[in-house]
């Protein structure tokens, strides 16, 4: 049977023993609910549970000759169980066991990426509180926009995962369900309540209806699900490679003692578990449209799927397991530098502030054309020349005709753009912390 799995077994999961020893969950099953039909005697069934066994190596063996796993797996788990053997798959296909024990793995493995993502939410929540009132520079097309802190960034990261978390248990929910209905879906062989048996025993909903198989729009709906969890870990780490860039170095990944950033370069320390993350979200999302294009397949079923799933499910999920982990450890040690973000938001001069100056302006009754006017010639002056943004407006007559040189001072104050950070944690995260 299948074995206990801890949040670090991801990849046990998907072993082929893993994968046989979930067949023969939903074979024995299948057994037990002949048998509350009467179909399978108890002493049968007694037989069964005591003796079947996976054997992997026997079961390749076999295949070599059969050339089809799950006859293979039939033979030699009949093996181990002798004559009462003659009960094992009956009246079922290949794909009520494939599929249903599929939806079992999947639920097991989505067990343990919700547990990942819970992890890096708190996180995301401990180190938001910490840096909710450090302000730092927003930027838009890369340029300085107005002021934020830096906690407020870490709060968007963690609503966006709040929504992947209940996405993805949307998703989870759609592949759990399991088909015991035969060759082509009709029951022709096979009595809907041993379906519902086996379903309730191993925690799915039976399909309402299916073919041979289990519609894959819901398996796409579960690997999208995870090149879209994949698209927020590389957004977050794509903004931390971006913090780490030499030039804005507002964040850093921790560089641990020995560690080493260029063969060549002693000085490097560069983001590499960004990058990292960055470029397994490729393949995450590289599988996702693999699993749209096993939607269409012919008719009843064909085999097109399966080749693909073979590969997508495990790695799928074991890169997720470890883009999640990865990204937890990296937050969790994220070095950040508030005097370099305070420092890099005064490069501009004071520029950050022209809306306010604009919108003073128009409060004073002068039109926004005009304003917009008066208020860029004296910001593009402070780009070209590196001149202070404040002093030029208040050396510019048509500025200081509507504005006081007390009324402009206010408008240079950081306060007044951090003035609803409180609001919007509360939103986020609700009353309590």
């Not at 590499?272 to 470029?279: F, L, Y």
């Not at 002068?366 to 202070?388: F, H, K, L, P, T």
């Amino acid at each position: 049977m299948i074995p206990r799995y801890t949040r670090e077994e991801m990849g046990s999961l998907w072993t082929d023993e893993a994968k046989f020893s979930a067949w023969l969950e939903v074979e024995i099953a299948i057994c037990e609910g002949w048998n509350r039909l009467g179909v399978v005697p108890d002493e049968d069934l007694k037989e069964i549970r005591e003796k079947a066994a996976v054997d992997v190596d026997r079961i390749n063996e076999l295949e070599k000759t059969t050339r089809h796993d799950v006859i293979a797996f039939v033979s030699a788990v009949g093996e181990t169980v002798g004559p009462s053997a003659r009960f094992i798959h009956l009246g079922v296909t290949s794909s009520d066991i494939l599929d249903t024990a599929f939806a079992v793995m999947l639920k097991r493995a989505a067990t343990l990426i919700l547990e990942d993502i819970d992890a890096i939410m708190a996180v995301l929540k401990r180190r938001a509180y910490e840096f909710k009132d450090t302000p730092q520079m927003g930027r838009s097309h890369g340029i300085h926009a107005e002021p934020i802190t830096f906690g407020l960034k870490l709060a968007l990261w963690y609503a966006e995962m709040g929504r992947n978390r209940k996405r993805f248990r949307e998703a989870v929910a759609d592949i759990s369900v399991g088909k015991i209905s035969g060759a082509v879906g009709t029951f022709a062989n096979v009595d809907p309540r041993v379906e519902a048996y086996v379903c309730e025993k191993l925690g799915l909903k039976p399909a309402p209806i299916s073919t041979q198989i289990i519609q894959r729009d819901r398996h796409a709906h579960f690997f999208t699900m995870l090149a879209i969890l994949a698209g927020t870990l590389e957004k977050m780490a794509t903004e931390i490679r971006h913090l780490q860039r030499t030039e804005v170095l507002e964040a850093e990944e921790r560089f641990a003692k020995g560690q080493k950033g260029s063969s060549a370069m002693p000085h490097k320390r560069n983001p590499v578990g960004s990058e990292n993350i960055c470029g397994l979200a490729r393949l995450v999302k590289s599988y996702a449209q693999a699993s749209l294009d096993n939607i269409a397949l012919w008719h009843e079923r064909d085999i097109s799927h399966s080749s693909v799933e073979r590969v997508i499910a495990p790695d799928s999920c074991i890169l997720i397991d470890y883009m999640l982990k990865r990204m937890k450890n990296l937050l969790d040690g994220l070095v950040v530098y508030p005097e370099r973000m305070m420092e890099n938001m005064n490069k501009t001069h004071g520029l950050i502030y022209s809306q306010r100056v604009l919108l003073a302006l128009i409060d004073k009754g002068v039109s926004r054309d005009e304003a917009y006017i008066m208020v860029q010639r004296n910001a593009m002056r402070s780009w070209e020349e590196g001149e202070d943004f404040k002093s030029l407006l208040e050396n510019d007559s048509d500025i200081c005709s509507h504005l006081t040189p007390a009324e402009l001072a206010d408008l240079f104050d950081i306060s007044y753009h951090l003035k609803h950070v409180d609001t919007i944690f509360e939103r986020v995260f609700g009353n309590g912390r």
